[in-house]
């Protein structure tokens, strides 16, 4: 099918021989899509045609779209402002174009031979509980956003940070091993992303009928938030992790097992799928190694009490801890740690997260930390930042059980859609699988 831009030039061509007696360059011919405040789909500029038709910019647009119109079937109309000609394309070409398409699914796509890489980080869940709300809108961003990058001739590698290490983690085990008396997934006949959640939600309402008692005992509800029994078994815990404790160890590669099977479950009901999946505990030690090395090349700074921090107020911001008092990382430790390997392994040319926007600081502060420890390549990280999903009552909060799980919500779509279309008669024939 012919491109309906050469049939216009064409047209405009011949209008211009028959009209005024005349060749015209066909490069002089500008034939452009319509700008949205006009009314029409494609725009002439007449103006190089004057000097031929010796008359107003208005009146040769004028004769030069009757011409087309009677040219031209696929021309409905036009109107003319100003010297240039805008033209409006029948509902027939519109049709039939879009019959020509509809089977070719990379229609529009453009093709690079050098296409720069992109790597593109969503979902990035915990493994303390199962994916919910915010993870669906998360996971249909970072979907949707590779697959328009890919459109645009870019080469997208979509990868996941599982978060499945820090003291959120241990939350959980800790309150399997207080409550569960050894049940699994299975003997609770639960997913067991499901079921690891469960305790998590257990830890706070323990942590926070502690948390109560110590200040009705007189402690002050700071100093008892760290105090408080469980929360100093959670801490010792998250240290017996990172000193690769065996029993600590197991009962965390158990644990988590349980819940990438429920993670794969849902991951496979949303159609989402990753190049690469990185792990928090695989990658937040590189950060420690590049921390401790710019803390001995005098880039970072160390307090008293131990912790490792950053001094970013010449940027106007403030002192960012990079590793606690006690030795162990954060969410920035790691996050270094990842962009570091992660170039290693892509070389990207971009690299994006796809994070909400009450991680806009966080992002802000990487890439400028990256920047001062020598990493360049910093300057193409970015952060796609999005508003925060949150139900009625204010923001969701999985360790207060305050969430709408992202499978409950799948299966009541599944079940809507099914509801409607039985309703509509366009089940017939169809079997439950």
């Known amino acids: ?42 725009t002439v500029n007449v103006f190089p045609f004057l000097r031929f038709s010796k008359k107003s910019p208005e009146l040769t647009a004028q004769e030069t779209g009757n011409f087309l119109t009677d040219e031209v079937p696929e021309i409905a109309g036009f109107n003319v402002i100003k010297g240039f000609l805008n033209i409006t394309l029948t509902s027939g070409y519109w049709l039939n174009f879009f019959e020509s398409i509809k089977d070719n699914k990379t229609y529009g796509f453009k093709k690079r031979e050098n296409p720069e890489t992109v790597v593109l980080e969503f979902s990035s ?110 801490r010792l815990m998250l240290k017996k992790w990172e000193n690769e404790d065996p029993e600590v160890r197991k009962l965390w590669e158990t644990m988590n097992d349980w819940v990438y099977e429920g993670f794969d479950e849902t991951y496979k009901k949303l159609g989402i799928r990753f190049d690469k999946i990185y792990y928090e505990s695989q990658t937040y030690l590189r950060g420690k190694e590049v921390i401790l090395d710019a803390l001995e090349k005098g880039i970072l700074q160390k307090k008293e009490d131990g912790t490792v921090y950053i001094d970013l107020t010449s940027e106007g911001l403030d002192e960012k801890v990079l590793l606690r008092s ?62 925060m999903v949150e139900l009625p009552d204010g923001k969701m909060k999985s360790r207060e059980g305050t969430v709408v799980d992202a499978d409950d919500l799948i299966e009541e779509m599944i079940q809507t859609a099914k509801e409607k279309s039985e309703e509509l008669g366009k089940l017939d024939g169809y079997s439950e699988k």
């Open 1 to 42: 099918m012919k491109r309906i831009e050469e049939t216009l030039k064409e047209a405009v061509l011949k209008a211009i021989k028959e009209l005024y007696k005349s060749e015209v360059p066909e490069k002089q011919i500008s034939i452009q899509k319509t700008r949205k405040e006009f009314e029409g789909d494609y």
């Open 125 to 234: 869940p915990n493994t303390n509980k199962p994916l919910h709300l915010g993870h669906i809108r998360n996971n249909l961003l970072g979907w949707s956003t590779a697959k328009i990058l890919e459109a645009n001739g870019k080469k997208v590698i979509k990868v996941n940070l599982v978060n499945d290490r820090g003291i959120h983690i241990c939350k959980s085990m800790l309150a399997w091993q207080k409550l569960a008396e050894g049940k699994t997934p299975a003997d609770a006949g639960k997913k067991g992303d499901h079921f690891v959640g469960d305790y998590y939600v257990a830890f706070d309402k323990e942590y926070k009928k502690q948390i109560s008692e110590l200040v009705k005992n007189g402690l002050p509800e700071d100093k008892a938030k760290n105090e408080a029994p469980w929360m100093k078994e959670a």
């Open 326 to 387: 006690d030795g162990t990382a954060l969410y920035m430790t790691q996050d270094v740690g990842t962009a570091i390997i992660r170039y290693e392994d892509y070389k990207f040319d971009e690299a994006a997260y796809v994070v909400g926007n009450e991680q806009d600081y966080h992002f802000k502060v990487l890439k400028i930390v990256l920047k001062k420890l020598g990493y360049d390549w910093a300057d193409s990280i970015s952060h796609i930042s999005y508003g």
